[in-house]
Nanobody, 113 residues
Framework: QLMESGGGLVQPGGSLRLSCTAS????????MIWYRQPPGKERELVAS????????NYLDSVKDRFTISRDDVKNTVYLQMNSLKPEDTAIYYC????????WGQGTQVTVSS
């Protein structure tokens, strides 16, 4: 089970930190991924972090602005988002890899002045 939180309305240039708390599986044994679905568009991979924290990957458009991290004690993956832009507006979801779970509710991020 996955539960995302931390979204909201923020002005361009602002920051948010998203959290995704997992339960009912061995969190430390999986890569974790943040996805987003902008209005009217397909879901896309934003950032991933390996199970050993030795590898991260980012969508080109968020590199140098977003940082993914994880806390295996808290079973939580985070997405620190800085210098937000209107095009970052989307519903943000997390999931595991491999064997993705059913999608959670996601958390809405709206970047607007």
């Amino acid at each position: 089970q996955l539960m995302e939180s931390g979204g909201g309305l923020v002005q361009p240039g602002g920051s948010l930190r998203l959290s995704c708390t997992a339960s009912r599986f061995t969190f430390s044994g999986y890569d974790m991924i943040w996805y987003r679905q902008p209005p009217g568009k397909e879901r896309e991979l934003v950032a991933s972090i390996s199970k050993n924290e030795d590898g991260t990957n980012y969508l080109d458009s968020v590199k140098d602005r977003f940082t993914i991290s994880r806390d295996d004690v808290k079973n939580t993956v985070y997405l620190q988002m800085n210098s937000l832009k209107p095009e970052d507006t989307a519903i943000y979801y997390c999931n595991r890899r491999p064997a993705p779970l059913r999608w959670g509710q996601g958390t809405q991020v709206t970047v607007s002045s």
